[in-house]
Antibody, heavy 115, light 107 residues
Framework: QVHLVQSGAEVKKPGASVKVSCKASGYTFSNYGINWLRQAPGQGLEWMGWIYPDSGNTNFAQKFQGRVTMTTDTSTSTAYMELRSLTSDDTAVYYC????????WGQGTMVTVSS | DIQMTQSPSTLSASVGDSVTITCRASQLLNSWLAWYQQKPGKAPKLLIYQASTLESGVPSRFSGSASGTEFTLTISSLRPDDFATYYCQQYHSPPLTFGGGTKVEIK
């Protein structure tokens, strides 16, 4: 079975960074792009960017440029998303999802930014 | 950026009803559009991709269609499990963007 399993919830102070992981299983990790999205409490879905594990090519939404890093480790089939300079507006559930039509999703990682 | 305008934002319906949700794109998408269902506290689930192709395992009461820049999701004969929030998403070009969502509520 195909799965994406994300790391656990995080609580961060304003100005800090957070790094979320997304471990893939059940398919060839290098063959599919991984997207990162987020959903603030009670709000809709927001795409942050994607990374292709085979090439390392990335594409980020403009609002996250310079503040986000996406990487992959093909040896462990794991994708990572790091977001820096956190503010309370970054409080959200963060998801990883496979492919451009997001056919497989991680379970979500709650990131809370609070002083 | 491609803007996705989804309507209605809320829809009240009864079990057995047929409902339609609409998404309008700000430019042509060449059918690169997906629909998702999301329940509270859960990750979204892909229902339809390429505007009208049913994802494996999704019941056939869900269907999608397209006409120009307008896309529709139809749920025929609503079941209790279908009360949820639905989103459209374009994957024609980055940034990938979503409609604002439609919450389907029990009347």
């Amino acid at each position: 079975q195909v799965h994406l399993v994300q790391s656990g919830a995080e609580v961060k102070k304003p100005g800090a960074s957070v790094k979320v992981s997304c471990k893939a299983s059940g398919y060839t990790f290098s063959n599919y792009g991984i997207n990162w999205l987020r959903q603030a409490p009670g709000q809709g879905l927001e795409w942050m960017g994607w990374i292709y594990p085979d090439s390392g090519n990335t594409n980020f939404a403009q609002k996250f440029q310079g503040r986000v890093t996406m990487t992959t480790d093909t040896s462990t089939s794991t994708a990572y998303m790091e977001l820096r300079s956190l503010t309370s507006d970054d409080t959200a559930v963060y998801y990883c999802a496979r492919n451009r039509a997001f056919d497989i999703w991680g379970q979500g990682t709650m990131v809370t930014v609070s002083s | 950026d491609i803007q996705m305008t989804q309507s209605p934002s809320t829809l009240s319906a009864s079990v057995g009803d047929s409902v339609t949700i609409t998404c309008r794109a700000s430019q042509l998408l060449n059918s690169w559009l997906a629909w998702y269902q999301q329940k509270p506290g859960k990750a979204p689930k892909l229902l339809i991709y390429q505007a009208s192709t049913l994802e494996s395992g999704v019941p056939s009461r869900f269907s999608g269609s397209a006409s120009g820049t307008e896309f529709t999701l139809t749920i025929s004969s609503l079941r209790p499990d279908d009360f949820a929030t639905y989103y459209c998403q374009q994957y024609h070009s980055p940034p990938l963007t979503f409609g604002g969502g439609t919450k389907v509520e029990i009347k």
